[in-house]
């Protein structure tokens, strides 16, 4: 399975992008999907997640501002960026968590968001 994902760019603070990740195998319909970013000199965390059956989890700072989604049949999943801020700026990963822990994972190449102040 890959997963590619798409949509980064700059932005002023206040603005907003859209991110998606693309997975090449219908498998993805049973994983948890999730979006992780990394900024500059920190460790990779968890921004959102969306279970098989769409219930959502945010990061607190993630939470009033950004929205995930998936299409399963498209074998989409989109992350819309509200507000963004300065701190917003970091690498935005996708990654496929198993419904089995056995089962492989998957990350994305990852996406680069930067928020201009």
């Known amino acids: 399975v890959q997963l590619q994902a798409s949509g980064g760019g700059s932005v002023q603070a206040g603005g907003s992008l859209r991110l998606s990740c693309a997975a090449s195998?219908?498998?993805?319909?049973?994983?948890?999907m999730e979006w992780y970013r990394q900024a500059p000199g920190k460790q990779r965390e968890l921004v959102a997640q969306?279970?098989?059956?769409?219930?959502?989890n945010y990061a607190d700072s993630a939470k009033g501002r950004f929205t995930i989604s998936r299409d399963n049949a498209k074998n989409t999943m989109h992350l819309q960026m509200n507000s963004l801020k300065p701190e917003d700026t970091a690498v935005y990963y996708c990654?496929?968590?198993?419904?089995?822990?056995?089962?492989?994972?998957?990350w994305g190449q990852g996406t680069l968001v930067t928020v201009s102040s």
């Open positions: 195998e219908s498998i993805f319909s049973f994983y948890v």
């Open positions: 969306i279970s098989s059956g769409n219930s959502t």
């Open positions: 990654h496929a968590d198993p419904p089995i822990p056995t089962m492989s994972n998957y």
